[in-house]
């Protein structure tokens, strides 16, 4: 028999696997959720109308058509029987495997308010993306109609809450579509006026960069009109805005991006967590007992990166892919000794708006236009194929020469009734 | 006070008027329920995974920001108060005119058999077009994962009601995807074996051409694998498939191109209809009794075409538009009298796949490759600005050199809390 490898989940790490594992003696499977793989580092620009869906994604079984020993799952894991080592699906569906790859992600995460979610969603997925869009645009619709000052200035209040790069991308983007790009279609508004407010617990933006690079991405926000509120935990998100600190702000928006928590892959197979709940692995990236069951990516923490946890960003997870599939190999040619993970770190980028950006390549730090210009092409160069990259080259250089943005769409309001009762 | 024109609906009709009115001394209002004015005769493309949602929609203040005097609402109309001369919005808002345009469009339409719609949707709006694109893709990712032979068979079924052009043209591209584009990215199923079934009421497809293009595209279609019934009214839609004629035909996916029906602008306005729901309108295209009342597109029924009905095509609603805006003006320059609108058919289009089509401009008829290439610009050339004519010309290239569709997505699956509670 053909040894079978099944992977759970097609982000980065998952499809790093399956690309290190050609020409190798395997069969394997992908199962995922979803049926296309997603470039979460973009996905900020389809929630800000930037980007349209298609161009940030494509469909897993495309991606790997012409290697005839993947087979690609539609499916949802909902357990692992290491005893049997099968892969359970919701559906009652099965997959036997001799080395299982979880690289299942992590979603946003409340730190115990899940009831917080209606009020403040957060930013995984396609439908994320286009859920937030729709608030977004959907508030200065309202605005524009609304006659009321103290409700038509909730209306244009965007909070923000986290200070890490997403919510930094976000909080820039959404100043630029305010003030730069939208200004002129509304006749009852002013959206330069629009207020979009960060809000972040600790003592500064972009905690994972250097000090000096947070301090000029602090600095460029406030340039481009966005509030910054530091040292000041959200103690509560409503439909009516949020309360931080002992303060309250009326905001009919209200985007999370303040935590993640990792997927139940540790439950599946009875491994530690830590609070996030990414499962605690051995230093060649197996589950405790079980050398066959690997755990990588935001679904698992190890601390291989010079003695602290590697971070939850895509190159790590690539980097772990591409170790599995190294191991995988080794024990196909009989050699089963312990592989250890090692994370090399090429390091931390983040887009503040149009022509500001900050890069940490450690040695050298680069900011402003020109880490703005490596941002871009660093993006377009890891986008998958030659179509998308045209595309959202396209979609770059328009927004840049004409201020413009081409996915304003409003979409997804209501539910239709065929959809409802399938 | 200025003149104040209230166009409702920003299709093709309601944008006419709005352009003719260019320069003149009116105020605007227009209204919509939805931000984005919509390109449907290319809708059938994003519901088969050719386009992307924003490459042929465009948000309706976009488009009119230069025109100060134009003011756009993102409302839904439920009446027109024609004493006090208000259209009244469902929010409680209203908006007075001493014009009004309604151009509301149509939805399609089961006969009497609403009850329908759950298993044989239609193709109107984005929404409609990312739910059906949604359900052709998933029937294909089912039957990979189906077992049984005869479950398989009718997940790999898909039924086309109507052979007007929408349903020749969904046939079409349908047939392309199962039998060119997906082969190869499936393990357990053959594409090429999916059946594309057209079901047509009438003696032939495209029944607006004539007989010789309809034998035509006739035979293009058989050629491309889809199976043409005629004569055969569609009696029952279920989950479980159709019964056409006394037989039953087990499908998963059922669409709906087989008849329209008007919005309510007939009812608000107190205006006889026709049988589809479509307002009888004086020579002059305004209401009987209501001169300042015009009613134009697919809610109103006229027969201004040599005695025959107007058909229900983008050209028609755009040179009533014209006509809307020409009568305003000559209006308010103190000619009164009625203007009588005449159409002018510039001719029929039908694309049937790749590389073939049919045109028919009266004299000239044109099908096969040349009236595919015609076809093409044709609608690359009517769509609106610079960047989605780049846009559609590139992802329709890439399709044709490559034979990949990129946008292959299935979203909106779930609607999320976040989206239920608001």
């Known amino acids: 028999m053909t040894h079978q490898v099944v992977i759970v ?47 940030i994604a494509w469909p897993i079984r495309h991606l790997v058509r012409k290697r005839k020993e993947i087979t690609t799952l539609l499916g949802e894991v909902t357990g692992v029987d290491t005893q049997n080592r099968t892969v359970l699906l ?39 993306a286009t859920a937030i869009r729709r608030r977004i645009l959907l508030s200065f619709e309202r605005a524009e109609r609304e006659t009321d000052p103290v409700a038509r200035a909730a209306l244009l209040t965007f909070v923000i809450v986290g200070g890490g790069p997403t919510g930094v991308e976000l909080a820039g983007a959404i100043a630029e579509l305010a003030h730069q790009n939208l200004p002129g279609e ?33 600095a460029s926000l406030e340039r481009q009109g966005v509030e910054i509120q530091l040292g000041q935990a959200v103690r509560e998100c409503s439909a009516d805005g949020v309360i931080y600190g002992d303060r309250p702000l009326a905001a009919k928006v209200i985007l999370w991006a303040a935590g993640v928590r990792a997927s139940s892959a540790a439950a599946w197979v009875g491994l530690p967590a830590d609070a996030a709940g990414r499962a605690k692995v051995e230093p060649d990236l197996t589950a405790a007992g079980h050398p066959e069951i690997f755990v990588i990516g935001d679904t698992a923490t190890i601390n291989a990166w010079h003695g602290k946890p590697v971070p939850g960003i895509a190159p790590a997870a690539k980097q772990q892919g591409i170790h599995v599939a190294r191991t995988i190999r080794m024990r196909l040619g009989g050699d089963a000794a312990p592989q250890n993970f090692r994370y090399k770190h090429a390091g931390n980028l983040a887009t503040i708006g149009k022509r500001a950006a900050v890069i940490d390549f450690g040695r050298v730090k680069v900011r402003g236009w020109l880490a703005w210009w490596i941002w871009g092409l660093a993006h377009i160069y890891f986008l998958i194929g030659l179509r998308n990259r045209l595309a959202v080259a396209l979609s770059w250089l328009w927004i840049y020469a004409t201020g413009s943005r081409s996915a304003c769409l409003i979409t997804q309001g209501e539910q239709r009734p065929a959809e409802r009762l399938r």
Chains 1, 2 share one sequence.
């Open 90 to 128: 919701e559906d009652g569906g099965m997959a036997g495997y001799d080395s299982l790859v979880l690289a299942t992600g992590a979603r946003h995460a409340y730190f115990g308010h899940d009831e917080w979610e209606p009020y403040a969603p957060g930013l995984k997925t396609l439908e994320d």
């Open 9 to 55: 989940g097609a982000g980065f790490g998952g499809l790093a696997v399956a690309q290190g594992l050609a020409g190798a003696a395997v069969n394997i499977t992908i199962i995922d959720q979803r049926n296309h793989h997603l470039f979460q580092p973009l996905l900020y620009q389809v929630g800000t109308a930037v980007l349209a869906t298609s161009e």
């Open 186 to 218: 509304y006749r009852h508004i002013d959206t330069r006026k629009a207020r979009v407010v960060l809000i972040e617990a600790g003592a500064r933006v972009l905690p994972s960069f250097t000090e000096d690079l947070s301090a000029y991405a602090h």
